[in-house]
C-alpha cells in the first residue's frame, strides 16, 4: 500500500488509496468477497485501485468483464442471492445506463419481492462526477437517477475516513449499495484514516465544520470547496455551517432539520442538475418540517440543466460550481 503509516494508530492516505486498501482488506478478510467489472483483474482498474488483487487473489475472486455492464450487474445479483458479497465495478459512471434495470428492476425489488427470502448483498461500485476534463462519456452525476428507487442504498463519502468506514459498512449491508467516488477527489483529497476494521452507520450525515449563519448541505468534491468557502468568510464575521451529507439515501433529516434550526438559513450545494436532484429533495422535506423555522428562502447552487458536460476548459468550468461562487451565495444568504 502507498499510504504513510504513522504512530497515532491512523494512516495518511488519498481517497483512492482508501478505496483501494478497503477492498483488499475485505478480500482479504472474507472469502466471500470477490471483484468483478472491466479491466479489473490484470491491469488493475482504469484508476490502478486493484492492481496486483489478480496475482493476489486469483481469478474467481477479481473477474475481468466484458463490455456488458448489464451483465455484470445481473451475474452478480445472482452471486448476491446465493450468499457470496459481490463489488462490481462500473468503469465510469457514464456506463451504468444499460444496467439500470437490473439495479432498479432487480437487486432493489429483490427483498420485497421474495417476501425477505432473499437479500441481494451487492455493492455497485462507480466513480462519478467532473472536472477532470472527462468530457461527454466520463463527468456525468448519475444520484438522482437512482434516487427513487426504494430498496437501494446510495452513498457519496468525500473523505478518505468516511471512503474506508462507509465502503466497508456497504460491504456487510444485506441489501443492494450504490457505492459513488467522485473522481476528482481520488487523488485531490487525503487525510488521516484510523487504522484496523471499523464501519460508519449508513445514513448518518457528519457535520464537517459548526457554525451559526447559514446551514450548507453537500457532498462529494464540493463538499471540499463549501469547507474551503465557509473558512474565507470566517474573516468576514460570518459562520457557516457544513454539512456533509455522505449518505443520500437514506438521508439524515434529523442532522440537517437540527442544523436549519439553528441558522435559520439553507444552501444546497451540488454537482448534479439543478432540476430533479437531491437538493430538490431536501428543500422539499425542509419546507415541509421546518418552513417556519426559516429566515430566508432556501437556495440551491446546483450543475446547470444541459445534457452533458462539454470537453472545452471554458464549457466544463461554466458547468462546476467555483468556490468564488459557494462564497458569494453563503455571503448573500447570511444577510438576508
Known sequence: MTATEQQTGTSVMTNVEAVRTTLHDALARDERVLIMGEDVGSRGNVFLITKGFFEEFGPERIIDTP????SIVGVAI????????????????????PAFNQIVGEAAKTRYRSNGDYTCP?????PYGGGVRGALSHSVSIEALFYHVPGLTILAPSTPADIKGLLNAAIECPDPVLFLEHKKTYRS????????????????????????????VSY??????????ANRLEGEGVSVEVIDLRSIRPMDKTTILESVRKTRKLLIIHEDNKFGGIGAEISAMVAEEALFDLDAPIRRLCGPDVPAMGYALPLEEEFMISTDAMVEAMRSLAKF
Not at 67 to 70: I, R, S
Not at 78 to 96: C, V, Y
Not at 190 to 209: F, H, L, Q, R, S
Open 220 to 229: 462529494g468534491y464540493n463538499l471540499h470547496q463549501a469547507l474551503d468557502a
Open 189 to 216: 483529497v487525503k487525510g488521516e484514516v484510523p487504522c484496523g476494521y471499523y464501519t460508519i452507520p449508513i445514513g448518518k450525515a457528519d457535520v464537517k465544520k459548526t457554525g451559526r449563519d447559514v446551514s450548507v
Open 122 to 126: 451487492l455493492v455497485i461500485r462507480t
Open 67 to 70: 463490455l456488458a455492464e448489464a
Open 78 to 97: 445472482g452471486m448476491a442471492m446465493e450468499g457470496l458479497r459481490p463489488i462490481a465495478e462500473i468503469q465510469f459512471a457514464d456506463f451504468i445506463y
